[in-house]
T-cell receptor, first 112, second 112 residues
Framework: GESVGLHLPTLSVQEGDNSIINCAYS??????FIWYKQESGKGPQFIIDIRSNMDKRQGQRVTVLLNKTVKHLSLQIAATQPGDSAVYFCAENWGYGQNFVFGPGTRLSVLP | KAGVTQTPRYLIKTRGQQVTLSCSPISGHRSVSWYQQTPGQGLQFLFEYFSETQRNKGNFPGRFSGRQFSNSRSEMNVSTLELGDSALYLCASIPDSTGELFFGEGSRLTVL
């Protein structure tokens, strides 16, 4: 959408396939992570979160994996649908308060 | 339950002017955060308010300020506008219990 990066990395997948979106986070002290989806003209929408004491969490059609050793997060979307087309952001948080640091985002494009 | 409401949705200003943006959080949420979203810099944290007190502040110049009222509604102000202040300004409402950010649709500011 017009509110997000013009040159974002793009992942194109066929409808029905699984999608994997990756994110490298910045701070080894981060203890809370969230994946957000942003559609054109809208604010980011919460998808799933995970705390640093876990390495995997599942939601409806989505799974988040956390690898603290290499500071890496991934979001897996099963049976990707056209409505999943959007920009996806990971966000990390540490310490006191709610000042999240967001990744640059990945644009997911679902092909018919 | 009503979501996060931001006003105005769109506005156009000229360099040197000032602007005030408003955010009404989800009922019962005491914490509000503000983010700036641009194509070049992505989502960047501006500040966070909790029970009328600024709890965290991002790395933005003093021209950017905010406040929170006793009913948890928040405003942010940008003075002496610059062209680079053109962005989507997002407000997020945060429940005490989880720390998840619930975003509004944003206020799109264009500085000419």
């Amino acid at each position: 959408g017009e509110s997000v990066g013009l040159h974002l990395p793009t992942l194109s997948v066929q409808e029905g396939d699984n999608s994997i979106i990756n994110c490298a986070y910045s701070n080894s002290a981060s203890d809370y992570f969230i994946w957000y989806k942003q559609e054109s003209g809208k604010g980011p929408q919460f998808i799933i979160d995970i705390r640093s004491n876990m390495d995997k969490r599942q939601g409806q059609r989505v799974t988040v994996l956390l690898n603290k050793t290499v500071k890496h997060l991934s979001l897996q979307i099963a049976a990707t649908q056209p409505g999943d087309s959007a920009v996806y952001f990971c966000a990390e948080n540490w310490g006191y308060g709610q000042n999240f640091v967001f990744g640059p985002g990945t644009r997911l494009s679902v092909l018919p | 339950k009503a979501g996060v409401t931001q006003t105005p949705r769109y506005l156009i200003k000229t360099r040197g002017q000032q602007v005030t943006l408003s955010c009404s959080p989800i009922s019962g949420h005491r914490s509000v955060s503000w983010y700036q979203q641009t194509p070049g810099q992505g989502l960047q944290f501006l500040f966070e308010y909790f029970s009328e007190t600024q709890r965290n502040k991002g790395n933005f110049p003093g021209r950017f300020s905010g406040r929170q009222f006793s009913n948890s509604r928040s405003e942010m102000n940008v003075s002496t506008l610059e062209l680079g202040d053109s962005a989507l300004y997002l407000c997020a409402s945060i429940p005490d219990s989880t720390g998840e950010l619930f975003f509004g649709e944003g206020s799109r500011l264009t500085v000419l």
